[in-house]
């Protein structure tokens, strides 16, 4: 029998596997369409669950009708196998297949395009477990059906709902994995771990092949063990993609129903029990979607194994379509070929992909070769256009165990190894939940890896409650592991510059204190790739510290670190650190014991969230920084540093692109702190003047004005904000403006001489700026305010100055004399105590190093200045009182040029007004200008200058006043002085040539002849580059500098005026020479306080209160805080008490006036009758009862309520962080704004796209209008010309009948002769007939078809335009 492929109708397939080339097209994998199927899935699983398919697809609905749509595989033609002649190459028997192939007859060939036949499906339905109220749905189905179908299928009829994490597993087996039990078990218990916690913090959607054997009997025995839960097993979706011709015959069968049943309902059993859908399926899945390619075969095949690649491929591409925000991770188990194939595509689009090692195929082989392979760092052009570095695996040049068609995907696969993830499940202890966090962040996919993270936060916020107040989770409970495993996940993160998963972590409940060690900080700043600028500068740093500590060794440690910090911001290292005794200072032995455990002392000497921010700023990630600056505690202190330490950092960056990024990051942090700045003085004046005083804990204890002073940031003083807490400091707690005249000042001076006793201002003690607060005025308090004001101080320490100048102005013109006079004594005690004053500048800082103080001092240019006048003093007072006259006048001239020094001194004192402050700053642009310009004028001098005198006094004497004579004068012709008398010689009585004569300069010497002429030549070239050249490019440089100066005129006025007030500010009341008086008060109050330390008892309640010993009442507070209470008690005068108890009650709140009081917080027994009481809360309401000892019991005496004090900086640090969150909301709205506006703009552009286009179609249609007239016109034009030629043509037929009817009638006469001419005649005349009969047809069709066209035409115009969408 033959077999005709006419005879069978088949459905050619769109989409043939014919090689693993096919596959390479990238329009294939991303194809997806978008016809169908755009609803979203609405319902879950659980939803699902009480809902029946007769509900679904009832009997004639439209999915019913849709779901005969779908096809199966069948072999329609039996072509029997070469390894048993009874079964055809599908599989099957010739009994089941609809004809039969005679090979001796046709000898034909089994092809799957002409020996497969598609028809509609016949297993499509639900499974019903027993005692399981959520049914598994399956179906047969095309391994090549169309994309489209799947999408309506997964969307419209089953209902998926939308999911977040997509794990698809490759489990696709080729050769054994040799694991032993225990490592079986091992591999599942990983598994099982990741798959329970990904499940209760997400919406997990799994896909696999769905068996029980190979590779897939591991997701079957998880499954198994996680389907108990509830949770799990009604939450997550498991999808399994398995091939219809593994199944057995039974299982076919079973799953198969009627023809006229499309839907059908399968109640096997339990689910728990064993082979109950067969010894190859597993029943722990909520969807089964069995691909048929119409072959059986019990054992998987190489094409059968492409055919469920494919498959899932296409599953996969609309599971992405239908929820774009998934995340997607391949899990590679074991694998061949194919595998490999699908691991190299996941690379190629962009997936992040985890190999399971240890489990043999493909798996193995890469993370073999994964780890051969060498790390180099590679340059690349980032987003911005400018190169970064990153780093890269090279593979070795021979892969092993790879064969050559594969080569090339794995070199490619291992060069991108930032997709690649190695997961040795018996060595490491995370769960695959981690290991999936971790291929996310190595694959820099920050948006699926923070969405991921935000539901794992979410899900843990929700799930856990706890049991009190602060309580944390446990280590099981939170949201992404251990606190450990959120540490060692935090640093790949920083590593990785993954700025959404720190901020997210950081969020959560992770101690920090607790777990970032000195070993996390080693291994931030040892990954060279990640340190960028700061390697060199860490690499001196190490050098340094070996050499001076003595610490060697192989990774940079903390001290580096503070090193790096010290050079950059010099003398104003805002960090504590104990220097050789501080804990981040490790020992060779320290580097050792942390290899292998992490004792709590190694800890670094900062809080954490300060290293990492220091660590981000360093490294330049400014991400990072941003976000470790949104959870720091001095946010506008830090930002303020995080400005200065860039820009230092990138003044030392040889690299301009990296110093450049460098300087923009350092802007930015300045106008963000301006930003907050401005926020808070918006909403509270005074709080923001608290904010700006209070004392930072992570930079020094030093307020963020004292930071800008240290760090000279002129734009940040010049804002509002800083311009009205300075007028507060200003005018001290003076009330009123009028009184600032200089006499009433000066008069105030000598009472105040008499006042300084009473005033008990510690003025030789360091301070900083405090804002004066409101009070209650008394006498000595009013003296203490005005004489402490710092306009007060400015002002005597002027009218001091100026006393002293007048002195000094008097000694110079009238009293120097080598005796030492009166006058000269008042001189020199003036400048003693002005240099007292000075010394207690330097050393009177805050700063524990003494270095530290003098770096400071000398920074400051005033100082310097101050510091060189005081040594020219003293060099000219010692010059003068020797009685040699020479020496006598070098000391003249000395303290001439010193009194011009402490004249400049002056400038600064008048800096303060708006008007000579920013001339005083162009004054020294313009000095600098000069020196850049006077280097490039003695290049003209010195040349113009030897020429000139070598040409006009040839052969001169050597001799070292040449150094003063040659250059003379060529400088002063620059100023018009050009001595054209010397050059030309026109007064030749005052000139010689004797040697003699000139030699000692008794006479000047005459010009050469040659110079007469020459050098007047030379002077006038020299004239015009000196003249019109130079000067006035000096002059244009000048002007440049002042329109600079003046654009800026309100930043360098407020700088000037902060330095003033900040130095008067912490200046004693008085100026010298009054302040000796301050100075002997000073040591004679030490002096007293260190006697009273030696001799008095320290528990004695004088010395602690400063009272004379009687308490008015039984029990008083002494010195109250927010934090603490100290009180006091007198022993009972009958009783003789031993011992005192003190019971501490806090008092929680009032009931009808009644305080609630609790248990005792503190109980202490003392023998002293004095306490202090601490780590209380502030704004808190304490009630202290004190009991007293006798010799036989403890008997009550007292009770007192006591007040911590509120605390301001919490106050402050509050409207800090409020004001921060209301910027970022801000931000957050201009954001939105900029896309509304963006959107806005597009939307109008599409309308004018939409009314360009409607009067285009408008055009059209009258064009289209004009062109039916045109073809009506043009119609009628031939329709008439047609008529007139038939009319001619008749009229010509009717004269040529009549013509020969004529001829007729005369040739009858002729009746023989004739008769043949007229049978002719008669022949041409019905031919002539003929052809006018067709022509005639002709032209009626014609004017049909011509008819028909207009009509059609018109029919076109007259249907009504559909709208455009």
Request: glycine share 4%; net charge neutral.
């Given at each position: ?5 006419r ?36 319902r ?32 329609v ?8 002649n ?9 009994r089941d ?24 499906t ?73 798959l ?115 498959f899932r ?28 194939h ?13 190999i ?70 018996f060595?490491?202890t ?17 948006t ?5 993270l ?38 790949e ?5 993954s700025s959404?998963?720190?901020?997210t ?17 080693c ?61 981040c200072?490790?020992?060779?032995e ?16 900062l ?34 540093v995080?400005?200065?330490l ?10 301009t ?18 930003e907050?700045?401005w ?26 004005i ?10 940040f ?6 311009k ?7 005018k ?69 100055f ?18 030492f ?76 040029i ?12 008048f ?56 250059p ?71 002007n ?33 020479p009054?302040?000796a ?6 040591l004679?109050?030490h ?12 528990c ?15 029990v ?46 503190l ?51 509050c ?7 209301q ?11 900029a ?14 796209q ?14 289209l ?34 013509t ?20 002719t ?8 007939k ?8 002709d032209l ?26």
């Amino acid at each position: 029998m033959t077999f005709d492929s006419r005879s069978v109708q088949f459905l050619t397939c769109d989409v043939v596997w014919s090689s693993d080339d096919d596959d390479d097209d990238e329009d294939d994998d991303n194809k997806v369409a978008n016809d169908i199927g755009e609803k979203g899935m609405s319902r879950s699983l659980s939803e699902s669950k009480t809902n029946d398919w007769s509900t679904n697809i009832a009997a004639g609905s439209t999915d019913e009708v849709w779901l005969q749509q779908l096809e199966k595989c069948e072999c329609v033609g039996f072509v029997a196998s070469p390894d048993n002649n009874s079964l055809c190459h599908c599989g099957l028997e010739a009994r089941d297949h609809a004809v039969s192939l005679d090979e001796k007859d046709s000898k034909p060939q089994w092809n799957r395009n002409t020996n497969i036949r598609r028809s509609k499906t016949d297993a499509i339905g639900r499974i019903q477990f027993q005692d399981d109220d959520l049914d598994s749905w399956y179906l047969r189905l095309d391994f090549e059906t169309k994309e489209e179908k799947l999408q309506y299928l997964l969307g419209n009829i089953l209902h998926l709902s939308h999911y977040n994490l997509y794990i698809h597993f490759l489990d696709f087996q080729q050769g054994d994995d040799d694991l032993t039990a225990s490592q079986q078990t091992q591999l599942q218990e990983r598994l099982e771990s990741g798959l329970k916690t990904l499940a209760l913090k997400t919406k997990l959607f799994i896909s696999s092949t769905g068996m029980k054997t190979g590779m897939s009997r591991h997701i079957h025995t998880v499954l198994t063990k996680l389907c108990s839960n509830p949770v799990f097993h009604a939450e997550v979706f498991r999808l399994a993609c398995a091939p219809w011709g593994r199944l057995a015959d039974a299982e076919r069968s079973k799953l198969t129903g009627p023809s006229s049943e499309q839907v059908q309902v399968i109640k096997p059993g339990q689910r728990e029990e064993e082979n109950v859908l067969g010894e190859e399926l597993s029943p722990f899945f909520s969807h089964y979607l069995l691909f048929d390619d119409g072959v059986i075969s019990p054992t998987p095949t190489l094409s059968s194994t492409k055919h469920a690649c494919s498959f899932r491929k296409n599953i996969k591409n609309i599971l992405d379509h239908m929820s774009e925000d998934a995340v997607s991770v391949y899990v590679l188990i074991n694998g061949g070929a194919v595998a490999l194939h699908r691991v190299y595509k996941a690379i190629k689009t962009g997936h992040p992909v985890i190999i399971i090692q240890r489990t043999g195929g493909y798996a193995d082989k890469l993370a073999r070769n994964y780890f051969l392979a060498q790390i180099i760092l590679e340059k690349f052009l980032d987003q911005t256009g400018k190169i970064a570095v990153r780093s890269k695996l090279k593979p070795a040049k021979v892969l092993e165990d790879i064969d050559e068609e594969d080569e090339k995907k794995v070199r490619y696969i291992l060069e991108h190894n930032n997709l690649l993830t190695v997961f040795d499940p018996f060595h490491q202890t995370q769960g695959l939940d981690m290991v999936i966090c971790q291929a996310l962040l190595k694959g820099k996919q920050e948006t699926q890896l923070n969405k991921l993270l935000e539901s794992f936060q979410t899900s843990a916020t929700k799930t856990v409650a706890p049991t009190r107040t602060g309580s944390r989770p446990s280590q099981q409970e939170c949201f992404l592991g251990s606190d450990s495993m959120q540490m060692d996940f935090l640093i790949e993160a920083m590593l990785n510059d993954s700025s959404d998963a720190v901020d997210t972590i950081l969020k959560g409940e992770l101690c920090l204190v607790k777990h970032f060690t000195q070993c996390r900080f080693c291994q931030l700043y040892n990954r060279e790739q990640c340190l960028g600028s700061c390697l060199p500068l860490l690499k001196s740093a190490n050098a340094r510290n070996v050499e001076s500590l003595g610490v060697k060794a192989d990774m940079f440690c903390p001290s580096d670190v503070r090193l790096v910090l010290r050079d950059l911001l010099g003398g104003s290292y805002p960090i504590k650190c104990k220097g050789k005794t501080c804990p981040c200072v490790l020992r060779a032995e320290d580097v050792r014991s942390m290899k292998y455990f992490e004792p709590d002392m190694y800890r670094t000497c900062l809080p954490p969230i300060q290293e990492l921010f220091l660590w981000a700023l360093l490294t330049n990630h400014q991400k990072l920084a941003k976000v470790f600056w949104k959870h720091s505690e001095d946010k506008l202190a830090s930002a303020v540093v995080a400005e200065v330490l860039l820009t230092r950092l990138a003044d030392r960056e040889s690299n301009t692109d990296r110093a450049f990024k460098l300087r923009e990051n350092a802007k930015e942090f300045g106008n963000l702190a301006e930003e907050v700045l401005w926020v808070c003085y918006e909403l509270d004046e005074d709080l923001t003047h608290k904010l700006l005083i209070q004392k930072s804990s992570w930079w020094g204890h030093k307020s963020v004005i004292e930071l800008v002073y240290s760090f000279r940031s002129r734009s940040f003083v010049s804002k509002p904000a800083c311009k009205s807490l300075l007028d507060k400091v200003w005018k001290g707690h003076l009330e009123s403006d009028r009184f600032l005249l200089v006499v009433p000042v000066i008069l105030s001076m000598i009472p105040a001489i008499f006042l300084v006793p009473f005033l008990c201002v510690n003025s030789m003690e360091p301070r900083g700026i405090s804002v004066p607060g409101s009070r209650r005025r008394k006498f000595c308090q009013g003296l203490r305010d005005f004489y402490s004001a710092p306009v007060v101080k400015y002002q005597m320490n002027v009218v001091a100055f100026l006393v002293l100048l007048l002195v000094f102005s008097y000694v110079l013109l009238v009293d120097l004399r080598p005796e030492f006079s009166v006058f000269q004594g008042i001189l020199c005690g003036l400048v003693f105590l002005y240099t007292v004053e000075e010394v207690r500048q330097c050393l009177g800082g805050r700063e524990r190093d003494l270095r530290c103080r003098w770096n400071l001092y000398w920074k400051e240019g005033w100082n310097r200045l101050d510091v060189f006048t005081i040594i020219i003093f003293i060099l000219g007072m010692v010059l003068v009182v020797i009685p040699h006259p020479d020496v006598h006048r070098t000391g003249r001239v000395v303290l001439s040029i010193d009194f011009v020094l402490f004249c400049m001194r002056l400038l600064q004192a008048f800096a303060v007004g708006s008007d000579i402050g920013p001339m005083f700053t162009m004054i020294l642009k313009m000095i600098r200008d000069t020196v850049t310009f006077v280097i490039i004028l003695m290049v003209f001098i010195l040349s113009y200058a030897v020429a000139s005198e070598a040409i006009l006094y040839p052969q001169s004497r050597p001799h070292v006043s040449m150094l003063y004579y040659v250059p003379r004068k060529a400088y002063w012709q620059i100023y018009g002085d050009f001595f054209l008398d010397e050059i030309e010689g026109s007064d030749l009585e005052s000139c010689t040539n004797d040697v003699n004569l000139y030699g000692n300069r008794t006479m000047d010497r005459c010009p050469s002849k040659e110079g007469q002429y020459v050098v007047p030549i030379l002077l006038g070239i020299y004239s015009i580059i000196t003249h019109v050249l130079l000067l006035n490019l000096l002059i244009a440089k000048f002007n440049d500098t002042y329109a600079n100066v003046q654009g800026e005129a309100k930043i360098h006025w407020a700088w000037y005026r902060y330095q003033i007030i900040y130095e008067y500010a912490q200046r004693p009341c008085l100026p010298p020479p009054l302040n000796a008086i301050e100075c002997v008060l000073f040591l004679v109050r030490h002096s007293y306080k260190m006697l009273k330390r030696v001799v008095c008892c320290t528990c004695c309640p004088w010395c602690k209160t400063g009272t004379d010993g009687i308490l008015t009442t039984p029990v008083q507070a002494g010195k109250t805080g927010p934090n603490s209470i100290t009180i006091h008690w007198q022993s009972p005068a009958d009783k003789d008490a031993s011992r005192y108890r003190i019971l501490c009650y806090k008092i929680v709140d009032t009931v009808q006036g009644i305080p609630n009081i609790n248990q005792p917080d503190l109980a202490l027994t003392l023998y002293s009758t004095v306490c202090t009481v601490r780590n209380l809360q502030p704004h808190t309401t304490y009630r202290f009862k004190v009991s007293y000892e006798t010799t036989s019991k403890w008997e009550e005496w007292t009770e007192v309520d006591i007040r911590t004090e509120p605390i301001e900086s919490d106050l402050a640090s509050c409207h800090e962080k409020d004001c921060v969150e209301q910027l970022e909301g801000r931000q957050l709205k201009d954001d939105m704004t900029a896309q509304l506006e963006v959107i806005s703009k597009s939307v109008s552009t599409n309308k004018q796209q939409v009314s360009q286009s409607l009067q285009q179609v408008t055009g059209h249609i009258t064009q289209l209008r004009d062109m039916v007239k045109e073809l009506h016109e043009s119609t009628k034009c031939i329709m008439t010309a047609e008529t007139k030629n038939i009319a001619q043509l008749a009229r010509q037929q009717a004269d040529s009948t009549v013509t020969m009817a004529a001829e007729i009638s005369n040739l009858k006469q002729s009746e023989v002769a004739t008769l043949a001419e007229i049978r002719t005649l008669k022949k041409e005349l019905s031919e002539m007939k003929e052809r006018s009969a067709t022509r005639t047809e002709d032209l009626h069709a014609l004017m049909t078809q011509q008819t028909s066209m207009m009509q059609q035409v018109l029919q076109a115009v007259a249907t009504p335009r559909q709208p455009m969408t």
